[in-house]
């Protein structure tokens, strides 16, 4: 059973920064590409990024409102992805889900980050 | 960057059958956006239900599928029940193999 644990999420201020970490199991980590998908209070669901394995090349993609903020990053000796958030703003007050693109078989139950001043 | 439509609510009755559906504002929705279908329930992550177009997942009731209907991805519920109520999310994919989520089809079943 594919499980995913997200942590790090938290309070901060705008302009400031923070990371989020998602611990995984339940399928080979290392072959899979692992996306973040965030969800602002009463929204939908926005995707915000994914790290392709290792044996793709390792490459990242960014929407748009994120690029250039935050980095996506995995440990594949640890099977954790990590999402640096850098810069924040009020609008990216949310909680962040960690996802396999393995069929999107598994989320983890979020992670809630709060931007306000 | 693309945008991605659902209607914004749809009500069926219990037994009864409705279609939701995903539209791409750049024109009609193949198997090459690779359609996904994700079930939501307040205060719940969401879960997967249709991958790549119309293949359920092993934990996704038979009442589900999904199809492309009229230029548009398409989720079918057949026999609704009172625990479909929930919010539901397509998104698809585009060139650089990214994702774009529609704004949710918010489903109740009276």
């Known amino acids: 059973e594919v499980l995913l644990v997200e942590s790090g999420g938290g309070s901060v201020e705008p302009g400031g920064s923070l990371r989020l970490s998602c611990g995984a199991s339940g399928f080979t980590f290392k072959d899979q590409w692992m996306s973040w998908v965030r969800q602002a209070p009463g929204k939908g669901l926005e995707w915000v990024g994914r790290v392709k394995s290792r044996s793709d090349g390792g490459t990242r993609e960014y929407a748009a409102p994120v690029e250039g903020r935050f980095v996506i990053s995995r440990d594949d000796s640890k099977n954790q992805i990590y999402l640096e958030m850098n810069r924040l703003k009020i609008e990216d007050t949310g909680v962040y889900y960690c996802t396999t693109e393995m069929r999107w078989s598994g989320w983890g139950q979020g992670a809630l980050v709060t931007v306000s001043s | 960057q693309a945008v991605v439509t659902q209607e914004p609510s749809l009500t069926v009755s219990p037994g009864g059958t409705v279609t939701l559906t995903c539209a791409s504002s750049?024109?009609?929705?193949?198997?090459?956006?690779?359609p996904y279908w994700f079930q939501q329930k307040p205060g719940q992550a969401p879960r997967t239900l249709i991958y790549d177009t119309d293949n359920r997942h092993s934990w996704t009731p038979a009442r589900f599928s999904g199809s492309l209907l009229g230029g548009k991805a398409a989720l079918t519920l057949s026999g609704a029940l009172p625990e479909d109520e929930a919010d539901y999310y397509c998104f698809l994919s585009y060139s650089g193999a990214r994702r774009v989520f529609g704004g949710g089809t918010k489903l109740t079943v009276l």
């Open positions: 750049t024109g009609t929705v193949t198997s090459g956006h690779y």
